[in-house]
Structures are given as structure tokens and as C-alpha cells.
């Protein structure tokens, strides 16, 4: 008999966890599967280590705060950091205020971007760089 390994990663369009329209959450979240965020979230929005997770911020959404995911779809209004060790798609309502650190980054026309795009791969090189001053 053969078991099948779980996926890497979260299918494109698997729900999970639903946060509808009505909803407003008020403090930090951890998940893993798929998230998708209709209503309002203010705090962090973490996945759980180790585990395949996506968040998508739907058109009419809203978070404000941290977001340490491994992909990351916003296609709504987000205020703050987003940490995706993967891959991060801005979607043409994106209306994003603040970093956004990446390996992989998609931009659709139309998306909005008031921060600055950057790859992890640079600050790894920075943080080493760092460290061998510091050890030096």
C-alpha cells in the first residue's frame, strides 16, 4: 500500500477558512490551508509553521497589520508588511501601504503600491552582511 504526501503547497482557490464580508476581526490569526478575507481584519495574519497556507485578500477586504505567509494574493486594502517566503500577486484593486518582502512577485495594471518591493534574497545578503561586521 502507497500513501500520497500532502501537497507543498495550497491549491490556487482552495478555502479553507472564509472571513465574510460581515466580519471584523480584532487581534492576531494564525491558519493554514486557505484563508480568504472578504470582511476586516487589524492584527497580524500568520500562517502556522511548516504547514502549506494562501491568503486572499478579496476586492472589498481589508487587513491592517503584519502578514508572514508564504503566498499571498491582495486584491483589497492592506496597511502594513507583507513577509511571503513564495510568492506575493497584486491583483488590479490592490491597494497595498507598506514592504513587501518576496521571492516571486506578480503586479497587475491597476494594482497600487505606497512602499517598497523587496526580494528575501537581499535581505539575507544584508542580515549576513551585517553579521559579519558585527563578528569582524
Known sequence: MKFKSKPASVPDGQVDTLVGPQMTIRGDLQFSGGLYVEGRIFGKVVAEEG??????????GSIEGEIRVPVVVLNGRFDGDVHAEERVELAAKAQVRGNVYYKVVEMAAGAMLTGRLIHADSTLDEARQEAAAVVG
Open 51 to 60: 504547514k502549506p497556507a494562501m491568503l486572499t485578500l478579496a476586492e472589498n
